[in-house]
Every structure is written in C-alpha cells, then in structure tokens.
C-alpha cells in the first residue's frame, strides 16, 4: 500500500517526555553515524504504547536530517511478541494510519464495504459547533448505491491479546467523543470507525473494555445505532507496508 523505506534496525534503550526515544544504532550506513551511536529519536506516539514499549528491543528508525527539523531521526516500528509465540513488527507512527487509509480507499480495496468513491477530503470541520474535525471524508460516486456522505474516523492500533486488537490502550475522552459524534451523524451521513489494525498477527477487533470500560460501552451502543466499524488489518516491513484485509469485529474484549 504504501513504500517506507528502507528502514534501519536498531535498539531501543528508553523513552521518555513521550515524545523522545533514546536509540542504539546497530545498522552503518550513508549518512548514518557509526553503529554503536546513541542518537534521540522522535517519538511519534504519545500514548502509552502498551504491549509494544520494549526496552532493549529492536526497533526501526527513519533518518531524515532537515534544517526545519529538531531531530534527524523518527521511531517508525517497534518488535514486539507475537500472537503465535513469535515476534511481530508495530507501527508505532501515529501519522502514518490516515496516509495508509487513504491509499487503501483510492486503491479501491475499501469499495465492497464503502462502495465506490468519488472524492475524498482530510480534517474535514464536524461535530457540535463544528469544533472536531473528521479524519476523512467521502463523496460516493455516482454508481454509489449509498449516497450519504461518508465520515470515516481512524484510529491507530496497535494493543493486542492474542490475536485480538484492542483500542485504546488508555482511558481516552477523545475517543469517547469521537464515538459521540459519529452517532450524532446518524442517519443522514455513514459514520465509519476505521482501527487502523498497524500488526499483521491479529485478525479480530475490540473494544479496549480493560483500559476505558466508558469507550467501551460507547462503542457497543455505537455498534448499535448503526456506526460500521472497519477494522483494517496491514503488514508493515523495512521497505513497505502491506494490506491484509478486514478483520472480524467483536462488541466486547474478552473477559470484560
């Protein structure tokens, strides 16, 4: 779906203020300072990454050195156990689900469940006074047999139990909100909860009911009133990042 790379492989030593990493270089390279080099990194994830925060780990780092930037370096992906007693690549770039969304909307890839798609606007104003904005929206096209427009909020995840995603990862009046407004849509507009699901060993979705029962029960009663939920599954490597298909939805995480 979309090309990344390359990405170098490295080691994690900590992170803090959630927006800095500390990083062992292990690959050399152009441009790259001598393995061994401890370099900052910027986090782009400011939540508490749970399951995937892994001290001493190997991680992947993008080295884009600019003027405009503080950092030369961004975490892109950490390694992190797997659904089957083996290790698995995380995006832990929150910035990287809506350009991945997008393209798997203009590949068509998304039209047996949307419809085909004529047009389609980022950060579009929403919600009660308009002070929300919606992470994409879409025109149908004209063989569209659904003509509503369609709201489609994405939500990075990257928590999981087994083969079971699972967002949030924390109590998250944002997203509680999020849930609000897109009921509120309802029935003149589509609104669609996209899990951007950035780890190839899960196939199923839920709710986080450990970490915000509140979101939870939001999203039972979304699920109720007509909110679609797609679960969007994707492989990500060094060089790319790779579509898998849609995972099953489930109201409830299990045991809660």
């Known amino acids: 779906m979309l090309k990344l790379g390359p990405l170098a492989e490295d080691r994690l030593i900590r992170r803090y203020k959630r927006f800095l990493a500390d990083v062992e270089l292990l690959e050399p390279g152009p441009g790259r300072e001598p393995a061994g080099t401890e370099v900052t990194a910027h986090c782009p994830n400011t939540g508490p990454m749970t399951g995937v925060l892994h001290p001493g780990g190997r991680v992947r780092l993008r080295h884009d050195p600019s003027p405009a930037r503080k950092l030369a370096w961004t975490w892109e992906q950490a390694e992190s156990p797997g659904a ?43 919600g009660e006074n308009r002070r929300s904005r919606i992470d994409l929206l879409l025109t149908p096209a004209a063989a569209n047999p659904d003509q509503r427009p369609i709201y489609v909020e994405v939500k990075n995840t990257t928590w999981s139990d087994g083969d079971l995603a699972l967002f949030p990862d924390t109590v998250t009046e944002r997203g509680q909100k999020h849930l609000r407004e897109l009921m509120a849509l309802l029935p003149e507009a589509r609104p669609v909860l996209l899990p951007c699901l950035s780890r190839d060993d ?7 009911d450990a970490a915000d029962p509140v979101y939870g029960a939001l999203f039972r009663q979304a699920l109720a009133a007509g909110v679609e939920v797609l679960p969007c599954r994707y492989r990500l490597d060094a060089q790319a990042v790779c579509w898998l298909g849609v995972a099953e939805v489930a109201a409830h995480q299990s045991g809660h």
């Open 84 to 126: 089957s007693d083996t290790t698995v690549w995380v995006g832990v770039n929150t910035a990287l689900p809506n350009k991945l969304v997008r393209a798997t909307i203009e590949a068509g890839l998304l039209d047996p469940w949307l419809g085909p798609i004529d047009a389609i606007k980022a950060e579009v104003p929403y």
């Open 202 to 208: 899960v196939t199923r979705f839920a709710p986080g």
